[in-house]
């Protein structure tokens, strides 16, 4: 056990010195991920939070700027994420099967899907930006009764996605650096944690998104 | 036990251990040993100690005269800065990330913690915020308070907060990848026959600690992040001139910091139950109570945080909800304090330092944890809120109680960490200055407090000057309490007598089945756990039958 020369003869591919075995390694490292995925939703949750109390103290105006969400850019956007974590699925199974060129294809798949999201969230911001809806000195808004609190909607529309996109952008980093871990043979059918963990996150990430589409694009849209 | 009178010419120095492993300073910087991240950790932490002490002597300083002798500006930053480098550089770090860091993986047999390069980068991250912390200071400080409230934070102050914010936003991580770290490590490293139930009740305490740390910790990292942001851009989001709610801020900062305040008592109540065990020569009494009541603390200290907020224009019946969960975390906190002395009872207990310490801890606690209680009353907060009397009650828990837990837990087990004995009688000495001079320094503070002297002031009327006087004069005396340990535990860690693997004849993996110092990867056989924890009385009956 201790005697790590004694078992570099059967070294499996990327066991650590200080795990007993590959299992146990596994179990480490899910806990682990599934344990920091917790602080990620306490992190988020500090701006649902913000976003339920001031949605609760401003209804009128709640509704008044959710009609100037982009509703159909969100939707494709809700598409284009679930879409990608169908390819992320599919790049973790190969991977498992130890299908090297399956899992490039669906990892580089995986990452389009969200560059894609992440280029339509630019648009949808930089039409914002034309409207003058970024909160700080240059906001404007049409409805003078609610010039305050629709900033402070906008500030928390920009806080959540724009940490969401801020996880899509460390995701997509990841990505490519599992698509070239892949393309060197570093991964095999015995040993692939790392895209199994990079799946869970990806996956965590597009969970975010869609809690963020209904409560900030779809509720109070109709009103 | 008796220790002093071993000058063993034992060959231990010749034997490879984690110390002499390597001396080059990449070996150090770039290691992932858990026991030498543990040191890193403690020479960064007493660093940001004195940093944060030297503050507090200056604000000492200026209350010598009730006119202040300071400008006042400059008091609002002195308080600032020793609160946010106290709070989030050391107290929160202090026993998780050093003593805990070096003992966890060897309590439950393991070569290491779960994730080596996770707790490395973990130091990293503490030391990039603690310059984003010293950046601030030496650009001219912060003067918001270490609490950061809005709007005066994001509006109205004109210091750095933004720097000051970040370094606490960036340190939060520090603390959130330590505590994930010992969660795993805790659940699926642990050697054959270390079940649940024969855990340390150090690792009980950390674990309960590491709860909090991930559960709260990104808490206080979102609302630094709002808060940095909206004084950028003043949208207004805490702002009641824009239509912002700064009562908000207040349950955000507070939804993670008063579950802070248990990070930093928990691993103290988690050293201390081993320190009270080992000196009394007994099993713990009530092992499964104090264990729980770790667990039942850190579930509480989530749903208590409205106790600050009771003179913040909260709701008075959140404010009542609020109270009665305040006081009902007071009963695991007084279940520790009962099982302890229960332990001593008819324990042969000895006066070595780290007990004199487990002392001072046990009633200085029970002081700062019954004041706490007054302060959850409504009717008494509403008198005493934001006056010494808080001050004088949170040091009581932070200094009387963290820090001489840890002060207890360095001396415990510093023959394990350098492999060598401190001065005993040195140490005896420096315990009994730091109790003198802490009571000196802060239970005057109660008085002033109870009298109406408000807390976070340069100046001060004339009738609290004798009370000042005397809480300067403690702060004097607890300031050489704390140097002279630095000066024996630094000669001792060079010249001092070679200790044997195990002074205090104390149970646990980590002084009988460990080298000590522990060889790098901790066991020079795998460990294997036979007994129950803290089997001190040894009798055959109390051990759990083997399993095949």
């Known amino acids: ?223 | 036990m008796s220790t002093i009178l071993q000058p063993h010419p034992h060959p231990i120095e010749e034997k490879t251990n984690y110390l002499n492993a390597d001396y080059g300073w990449k070996s150090w910087l770039f290691t992932t040993d858990h026991k030498r991240i543990a040191l890193l950790y403690l020479f960064s932490i007493t660093a940001f100690f004195f940093v944060g002490g030297a503050f507090a002597v200056l604000m000492r300083i200026n209350l010598l005269s009730p006119d202040g002798l300071f400008d006042h500006d400059t008091y609002n930053k002195l308080f600032t800065m020793h609160g946010i480098i106290m709070v989030f550089f050391f107290l929160v770090p202090s026993i998780p990330a050093t003593l805990g860091n070096f003992l966890i993986p060897i309590m439950v047999g393991s070569r290491d913690l779960a994730f080596p390069r996770i707790n490395l980068l973990s130091w990293y991250i503490y030391i990039f915020g603690g310059i984003f912390t010293l950046t601030a200071v030496v650009r001219g400080g912060v003067d918001t308070g270490w609490t950061f409230y809005a709007p005066f934070s994001t509006t109205y102050s004109n210091t750095h907060v933004i720097l000051a914010a970040m370094g606490v936003f960036v340190s939060g991580f520090s603390s959130i990848l330590t505590g994930l770290n010992f969660i795993i490590t805790i659940h699926k490293m642990r050697c054959p026959g270390m079940t649940w139930s024969r855990l340390p009740l150090f690792v009980w305490g950390h674990y309960a600690t590491a709860l909090i740390q991930v559960l709260g910790t990104p808490v206080i990292a979102i609302t630094m992040v709002l808060l940095g942001l909206e004084r950028v851009l003043h949208a207004g989001i805490f702002d009641p001139n824009l239509g912002g709610d700064p009562i908000l801020f207040q349950h955000l900062f507070w939804f993670y910091s008063h579950p802070a305040v248990y990070i930093m008592i928990l691993p103290g109540m988690a050293v201390i139950s081993e320190v009270v065990a080992c000196y009394s020569r007994k099993r713990i009494f009530g092992y499964g109570f104090v264990a729980f009541s770790s667990l039942g603390i850190a579930v509480l200290s989530f749903v208590v945080w409205g106790h600050h907020l009771f003179v913040s224009g909260q709701s008075m019946y959140a404010s009542m909800v609020f109270s009665f969960m305040s006081m009902a975390v007071a009963v695991p906190s007084a279940i520790k304090v009962f099982n302890w002395t229960a332990t001593m009872y008819r324990g042969s207990i000895s006066w070595d330092t780290p007990m004199l310490y487990a002392f001072g801890f046990i009633g200085l606690f029970t002081i700062g944890g019954l004041t706490g209680l007054f302060l959850a009353t409504m009717a008494i907060d509403v008198h005493v809120t934001d006056t010494y009397f808080v001050i004088a009650h949170f040091h009581y828990v932070m200094v009387g109680g963290m820090v001489m837990a840890y002060m207890g837990g360095l001396h415990f087990w510093f023959p394990k960490i350098t492999g060598r004995l401190y001065p005993e009688g040195w140490a005896k000495f420096a315990a009994l200055v730091i109790f003198v001079g802490f009571n000196l320094t802060f239970f005057p503070q109660f008085i002033l407090g109870y009298l109406g002297m408000p807390r976070r002031y340069a100046t001060y009327a004339e009738e609290f000057h004798a009370l000042n006087v005397m809480s300067t004069a403690g702060a004097s005396i607890l300031g050489v309490g704390y140097v002279i340990p630095m000066i024996y535990l630094a000669w001792a860690w060079r010249k001092g007598p070679i200790s044997p693997q195990n002074p205090w004849k104390a149970k646990g993996l980590e002084w009988e089945q460990s080298p000590t110092p522990p060889p790098t990867f901790n066991f020079d056989k795998p460990p294997i756990v036979t007994e129950p924890a803290y089997n001190y009385s040894g009798h055959e009956e109390e051990q759990e039958v083997d399993i095949g």
């Open chain 1, 1 to 223: 056990m201790a005697d790590s020369e004694v078992a570099l003869a059967a070294h499996p591919p990327g066991l650590q010195h200080h795990f007993d075995n590959s299992a146990q390694q596994l179990e480490a490292s899910t806990l682990g991920m599934w344990m920091f995925l917790v602080t990620e939703i306490m992190f988020f949750g500090g701006m649902f939070a913000s976003y339920t109390i001031y949605r609760n103290l401003y209804p009128e105006a709640f509704a008044s700027t959710s009609h100037f969400m982009n509703v159909t850019i969100g939707a494709i956007n809700t598409g284009v994420l679930i879409c990608s974590s169908f390819t992320m699925v599919l790049s973790v199974r190969s991977v498992q099967l130890g299908q090297k060129k399956t899992t490039i294809t669906f990892l580089t798949l995986t990452l389009l899907l969200g560059l894609v999201f992440l280029v339509l969230k630019f648009v949808e911001y930089h039409e914002k930006w034309v409207d003058h809806h970024i909160p700080g000195p240059g906001f404007q808004y049409a409805d003078p009764r609610y010039f305050h609190q629709a900033q402070i909607l906008f500030y928390l529309y920009f806080a959540m996605t724009g940490l969401h996109a801020l996880h899509m952008i460390v995701g997509a980093g990841l990505i490519i650096t599992l698509i070239v871990m892949t393309a060197r043979n570093r991964f095999s059918a015995e040993w692939n944690t790392p895209v199994e963990m990079i799946g869970l996150y990806w996956h965590f990430v597009d969970i975010v998104w869609i809690f963020l589409f209904p409560l900030l694009y779809l509720i109070g849209h109709t009103s």
